[in-house]
């Protein structure tokens, strides 16, 4: 295999990150992004020099070949998932002040820009919930065009289909969207009624947790089958709240921290100085209407620094 030039190097590592936000987008893990991204970049140097040297242009070389790679584990994803242990929720990120080995952090992960994932609306827990539910194609064309913004034409070659087919993957993923996101609600707000809903389960107080959560609200767990959690989706505000406190019961000692969980104030609990549980939260109309809280250890490395 022939060396890279540093030219060469450094234009195809400039187009880690980008990679890196494309696969979590299309993967929901960044366990698996991660992976991904690897494999691209195994192929790409497992190609000869003179192979190299013919491709017009490395960036959209290594996007096609990391979509493609992506699409081949939704595939797999998905037999996976039907064998997970409960529920199965997407990998939560925190932010980059507050990811171990990241700046200021003294874990095992690299504080490489490249490894960080731009925390933006396309990655708030309630966005990539609704992609989960995507066919794969859907997922790849709808995240390729309405989020990164490649044209259907682009969007067709990556993926192998027609732009009027991209297109309409498109459309139908984007009516998915539509139907399932509740308007945003203020991160102020949102933050404010984390700190309400925070000082409440610290408190014990169950009438107040209840007068925070919508009626209708559902809380869904997923500790991968490896820790306590929930198998079911818990419905309605009341059961919620005695869920909530009968955890505490089980786990004195536990300490709430209000942290970012994928760009959107969200809840850390930490057990024994290690985080246990990681909270997002759906707002609508000033009250809690999804909790998604991920207990899977899996899961929790970036915020645990292994």
């Not at 497992?46 to 290594?62: D, F, K, M, N």
């Not at 509740?182 to 007068?211: N, S, Y």
């Not at 609200?217 to 505000?237: C, E, F, I, S």
């Amino acid at each position: 295999m022939s060396t890279p030039s540093e030219p060469e190097l450094s234009a195809v590592v400039g187009e880690r990150r980008q990679l890196i936000n494309l696969a979590y987008r299309l993967l929901g893990s960044l366990a698996e992004a991660e992976d991904a991204v690897q494999e691209t970049y195994a192929r790409w140097y497992a190609l000869s020099r003179p192979q190299r040297e013919a491709v017009a242009s490395p960036g959209a070389w290594l996007t096609t070949v990391a979509t493609r790679v992506c699409l081949d584990l939704l595939g797999s994803a998905r037999a996976r998932r039907e064998r997970y242990v409960g529920e199965w929720i997407p990998e939560p990120l925190p932010d980059r002040a507050e990811w171990i080995g990241g700046p200021g952090g003294s874990g095992a992960r690299p504080a490489d820009p490249a490894d960080w994932v731009t925390l933006d609306e396309s990655v708030n827990m309630a966005f990539l919930v609704v992609l989960e539910a995507m066919t794969p194609a859907e997922r790849v064309a709808f995240v390729l065009h309405d989020v990164f913004r490649y044209p259907f034409p682009e969007v067709a070659e990556i993926v192998g289909r027609t732009p009027a087919a991209c297109r309409q993957l498109a459309t139908s993923a984007r009516r998915r969207v539509r139907a399932a996101q509740a308007p945003t609600a203020p991160r102020a707000g949102q933050a404010g009624l984390v700190r309400h809903f925070k000082e409440a389960w610290e408190a014990r107080d169950i009438q107040a947790l209840i007068g925070l959560l919508a009626p209708h609200a559902t809380m869904t767990a997923d500790g991968g089958g490896t820790v306590g959690a929930a198998l079911r989706p818990v419905l309605g505000a009341e059961r919620i709240a005695q869920y909530l406190l009968h955890i505490a019961d089980k786990a004195p000692g536990l300490v709430l921290l209000e942290r970012t969980v994928n760009g959107l104030p969200g809840l850390v609990a930490q057990h024994t100085g290690r985080t246990a549980t990681v909270a997002a939260f759906g707002v609508e109309d000033g009250r809690i209407t999804r909790i998604w809280a991920v207990r899977n250890p899996e899961k929790l490395r970036p915020w645990n620094g292994t």
